[in-house]
């Protein structure tokens, strides 16, 4: 199946490039852009892109604002994309945010094409784009100027995982990925693959990149650890 693609940026080179680019690809179809976020907004409901490209700063709406509004829709629309954020500083506070919202991960603008290519296939495939620095620096960052006091709810959904499905929490929090998962276990990476699908049921969270937030702000797993 082809993944279809929209490319939300204020600069027109960089949305030409990345289409060229995406487009070139037998498996990825680009079927729409747009400058800002309120026009993304707008295109991604017209189209149902399974993909956004969404850069992070941009004029009139930021890829935040336009990131909830499409992974939170208001009622009568059913379509939410995956969305995968763009931006020039890999600690970009906006960044942080948008996984919480339910972004899927972010990329680099300077990241080289393959990794471009990548992403979106990885995205599409509903996993997360997080790559274990990135995590660390990332969340561990951010995670530190929350408040050091969990919300009572969050602990409680802790307390329904089993202690394999905690320890692989703790593990994807980590920014380790499925395999490296397997071997730190010693477990079948399929065995790790539904250890995750039931993690994410049981927290109420739609992707990866949402555990690995939720595991931070529940007190799970600590700033500077691993």
Do not use: C, W
């Amino acid at each position: 199946m082809t993944t279809r693609v929209i490319i939300v940026d204020d600069q027109a080179m960089v949305r030409a490039g990345f289409a060229a680019l995406l487009a070139a690809q037998t498996d990825i179809d680009v079927v729409g852009e747009a400058p800002d976020g309120a026009r993304g907004v707008e295109v991604s409901r017209q189209v149902h892109p399974d993909v956004v490209l969404m850069d992070v700063r941009m004029p009139e709406m930021d890829g935040l604002r336009a990131a909830r509004e499409l992974l939170e829709p208001p009622p009568g629309v059913t379509h939410r994309p995956k969305v995968l954020m763009l931006t020039t500083f890999d600690l970009d506070d906006y960044v942080y945010e948008a996984l919480r919202a339910g972004a899927s991960g972010f990329l680099l603008k300077d990241a080289p094409p393959a990794d471009l290519i990548a992403a979106v296939r990885v995205v599409a495939e509903g996993e997360a784009l997080l790559a274990p620095s990135v995590t660390r620096r990332l969340i561990a960052d951010f995670a530190r100027q929350r408040p050091s006091a969990p919300p009572s709810g969050q602990a409680l959904r802790l307390n329904g995982l089993t202690e394999r499905e905690t320890e692989v929490l703790v593990l994807v929090a980590r920014g380790q990925s499925n395999i490296e998962i397997a071997g730190s276990l010693v477990l079948a990476e399929q065995t790790v693959k539904t250890h995750v699908s039931r993690i994410l049921g049981k927290l109420r969270l739609r992707d990866r990149a949402q555990a690995v937030v939720f595991a931070y702000e529940s007190g799970l797993v600590s700033p500077g650890e691993g």
